[in-house]
């Protein structure tokens, strides 16, 4: 699965111990787990999620797993709110973010993707903000909703900054 060999790369040009690289893994490995499943298995494991269609099989994922028995917090939250952004992510989830929106096989500008992908271990937090701005304005120039969890995401990506700046 290329996103997990970009995340892989990325946890050894950044010299993360091998525990936070396991994190990293078992998020990326967690958080498809769902992504095919029928509806039905969606709305059992995800009952209480607002959020509609696709983006369940993330709250349903994470929810299997802790099921399945994964206790850390941040892997859970990495996998739940990988369609959407969450500002208290740590790590786990930033990096799930950019290497499921960077890994080869998507439609991104290639050139930015190769780009970024190759800047994040140099610069998560830019690189984040990159990705976070792209899927918002896709999500934006579709016409769909966005929930709170991303809107809370970005603004924190932006006060984290300072101030605006163009
Ligand atoms: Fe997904």
Redesign the pocket.
Known sequence: MRVAELAAEWAERMGVPDSERNRWLRAVWL??AL?DAPDETLHEWASSSPVPG?LR??PA?AARAKADGETDRGVLDAVRY??LGLAEWDMVGRVLYCA?FLEPERGFEERDRVELADRFPRDPRGVLRIVAASRLRHTINSGWPLFEPSVRFWNSLVSASGSPSR
């Open positions: 958080h498809d992504r696709e099989h993330g994922s990988h369609s499921d």
